[in-house]
């Protein structure tokens, strides 16, 4: 099988694709050297300029696992999500709030179970129905 490779040295084809060129560099005295130098400086020297670690992002998005992610993760409002809230706004006991979703859950499920059994065919407005409790009890866990 030909090599299919980076101009880097580094494969395309492989599953486990092999380390960058510059592992090399991590060694001993290297990190040793780098321990002893300011970081200013490691940054002009070329072969301890690897082993400084970037700054972390301050804000924005970053790409990782092929993915966008956020660098505040937060998690989106009921409303953001276009989900009913079914639930007071303001400060409110969770636990009593928690407790009245899960008695919603169980009635909607026997709910559910009877429109299956009378008609089968009107399940998908149930099944939403238990969705949005399902995540404004998410929603308030966290």
Same mark, same amino acid.
């Given at each position: 099988?030909?090599? @299919?490779?980076?101009?880097?040295?580094?494969?395309?084809?492989?599953? %486990?694709?092999?380390?960058?060129? %510059?592992?090399?560099?991590?060694?001993? +005295? =290297?990190?040793?050297? #780098?321990?002893?130098?300011?970081?200013?400086? +490691?940054?002009?020297?070329?072969?301890?300029?690897?082993? /400084?670690?970037?700054?972390?992002? +301050?804000?924005?998005? %970053? +790409?990782?696992?092929?993915?966008?992610?956020? /660098?505040?993760?937060?998690?989106?409002?009921?409303?953001?999500?276009?989900?009913? @809230?079914? %639930?007071?706004?303001?400060?409110?006991?969770?636990?009593?709030?928690?407790?009245?979703?899960?008695?919603?859950?169980?009635?909607? &499920?026997?709910?559910?179970?009877? /429109? #299956?059994?009378?008609?089968?065919? @009107? &399940?998908?407005?149930?099944?939403?129905?238990?969705?949005?409790? &399902? /995540? =404004?009890?998410?929603?308030?866990? =966290?």
């Amino acid at each position: 099988m030909p090599d @299919q490779s980076q101009p880097g040295g580094q494969q395309l084809d492989a599953s %486990y694709p092999a380390p960058p060129d %510059y592992f090399a560099l991590f060694t001993d +005295a =290297n990190v040793a050297r #780098l321990a002893t130098t300011e970081a200013s400086a +490691a940054v002009d020297d070329a072969e301890l300029k690897f082993l /400084v670690p970037p700054e972390p992002p +301050a804000s924005g998005s %970053y +790409a990782g696992f092929g993915r966008m992610w956020q /660098v505040h993760d937060r998690l989106p409002t009921l409303e953001e999500q276009n989900i009913p @809230q079914l %639930y007071s706004e303001g400060p409110i006991d969770r636990i009593t709030e928690l407790k009245r979703l899960n008695h919603s859950i169980l009635f909607e &499920f026997l709910d559910l179970v009877e /429109v #299956l059994i009378k008609d089968p065919s @009107q &399940f998908s407005a149930r099944t939403e129905r238990i969705r949005d409790i &399902f /995540v =404004n009890a998410h929603h308030l866990i =966290n």
